[in-house]
């Protein structure tokens, strides 16, 4: 019942594949629960829900708390359409109200050291490298960045075509740094890293199989720690600078609005808490005392 519901949802509402799966490790886990009370998802009460998120409150956090709210929600919505309940168990349980997230980017000195650090005399450190510049020039989702195909590339204008969230597709330039790098890498040393059958990916690993993850989130840390960087660096902080750069340097939101490929502005928004640079210079300019 879990597959369909996740199957009815991707159709409706587009969701990535990996709020799908975060959404069936939620329900799986409901489920496991309510079994051991001789339960079924379609048999819980509001009680018993309540008693789960009281469990999960012990060992989650506050946003993974809220997801999976929002999960057994939409389950029991979609199970009440369904005619598989009579009632909606999630009727009267309160939304988990989150903070405002404020995400840390990295300093442009910092992105400059960074991206400094692969070995360009190996195929890993110029696959790395493309990997980096990419990311940081266009503000790629890691999804985005590692599901890239070669037929999304068009080297030659400097654009990449993305389809992201809710199959929107968005085309995307990657700069002049990033459309180097690339082409280095698909020249020096791409062909050495297939197999065969070869990948459509653009970016691959040792077996000439596509990049996970895991693996650039890997690749990332490493490099901050050779850059001496000890924040907490991942792939979206490439993400969060490149947002924070553009705005520093005078971009609009509804033009990042689109770059990133945010379909509420509100989203956006979080960015301008961060572009603290750009308003101290807007200060300096024009108020009488700057």
């Not at 991707?10 to 959404?23: F, I, M, V």
């Not at 510049?133 to 599901?147: K, P």
């Not at 204008?157 to 002049?176: A, D, F, H, S, T």
């Not at 895991?214 to 792939?235: D, K, L, M």
Request: aromatic residues 8%; positive net charge; glycine residues 6%.
């Amino acid at each position: 019942m879990i597959q369909l519901f996740l199957d009815k949802l991707w159709l409706e509402k587009g969701l990535s594949d990996n709020t799908l799966q975060a959404y069936r490790t939620d329900l799986s886990w409901l489920e496991h629960y309510l079994q051991s009370n001789h339960k079924t998802l379609n048999q819980a009460t509001e009680s018993d829900l309540a008693d789960a998120l009281a469990k999960r409150a012990k060992t989650t956090s506050t946003r993974t708390r809220a997801r999976w709210l929002s999960a057994i929600k939409s389950y029991y919505g979609f199970a009440l359409r369904e005619r598989l309940t009579d009632t909606d168990p999630t009727l009267n349980l309160e939304n988990i109200k989150l903070g405002r997230y404020i995400p840390y980017a990295l300093s442009e000195k910092q992105i400059e050291k960074l991206l400094a650090q692969p070995d360009l005399e190996t195929e890993i450190g110029l696959r790395d490298r493309a990997m980096l510049e990419l990311c940081y020039a266009s503000g790629l989702r890691v999804s985005e960045l590692i599901g890239l195909e070669l037929s999304q590339m068009d080297i030659r204008r400097g654009l990449v075509q993305i389809i992201g969230k809710g199959n929107k597709e968005r085309l995307i330039p990657m700069g002049e740094m990033a459309q180097n790098a690339i082409l280095v890498y698909l020249n020096d040393a791409r062909p050495a890293m297939q197999s065969r059958p070869s990948s459509d990916s653009v970016f691959l690993n040792r077996r000439g199989q596509g990049m996970t993850r895991q693996a650039f989130w890997y690749r990332i840390r490493f490099y901050a720690n050779q850059a001496g960087i000890f924040a907490p660096v991942t792939p979206h902080s490439l993400r969060h600078a490149f947002a924070t750069h553009l705005l520093n340097h005078g971009a609009d939101l509804r033009s990042l609005q689109l770059l990133l490929g945010h379909s509420d502005l509100s989203t956006t928004q979080i960015y301008t808490a961060v572009a603290k640079e750009r308003l101290k210079q807007i200060h300096h300019l024009h108020h009488p005392r700057g």
